[in-house]
């Protein structure tokens, strides 16, 4: 299941994360950085969606033609282990297939900065991914950010709740960048171009 054979579906694309700002710049929050960066390109704002927990931006990826999509950013408003409650709401809400839900998300066993991007797959112990496999089953597309592992003995929950450090923010505009790229490939151009394009 790589794109859904209509066309004209929209897609949703989930940035995974936690609200508020002390949580802002946070490992765990990348999902957000993402989609802020792609709702920002296709000038929209976000605004809350109705009943579903979550921020939204609608508009359209890609260039005039049968190749332009339809696309719902959204940010849920739970926290990250509570992501699949809202994102089930706005998938029921917008009609949108599963093979059309992208998750974008934070990845604890890839080195910072790479992408990995695939389909369905298990959870890895990411909680926003759990929540959502639980809502909707697993064959939703991924968009995996690599923030590497903890250094020594530093518990993950730490880790992943803490800023970039100094030196990763130095290149942190560059990899978000990078990454709302290929999630605009994803969308527009399906997965087996996406990969192999940006798997790093």
């Known amino acids: 299941m790589d794109v859904t054979t209509d066309p004209s579906a929209p897609w949703l694309i989930a940035g995974l994360g936690n609200p508020g700002p002390d949580y802002a710049r946070n ?8 989609v802020d960066l792609l709702a920002e390109r296709i000038g929209g704002k976000f605004k809350r969606a109705g009943k579903a927990q979550a921020q939204v931006v609608e508009g359209r990826i890609g260039p005039p033609g ?35 839900i992208v998750a974008v998300h934070d990845e604890l066993d890839i080195d910072f900065g790479a992408l990995r991007l695939k389909l369905g797959g298990g959870d890895n112990g990411h909680n926003g991914l759990k929540s959502m496999t639980k809502a909707m089953g697993s064959d939703y597309h991924r968009v995996r950010f690599g923030i590497g592992r903890p250094p020594g003995r530093m518990p993950v929950a730490d880790f992943v709740l803490m800023d970039f450090s100094s030196a990763e923010r130095k290149e942190l505009d560059y990899f978000v960048d990078r990454a709302a790229d290929a999630v605009e490939c994803l969308v527009i151009d399906g997965l087996e171009r996406a990969q192999s394009t940006y798997n790093s």
């Open 27 to 34: 490992r765990h929050n990348v999902g957000f950085m993402v």
């Open 66 to 100: 049968p190749l332009n999509r339809r696309v719902i950013l959204a940010k849920p408003m739970s926290y990250m282990n509570l992501s699949g409650g809202p994102v089930g709401a706005l998938r029921d809400f917008y009609k949108v297939p599963v093979g059309n």
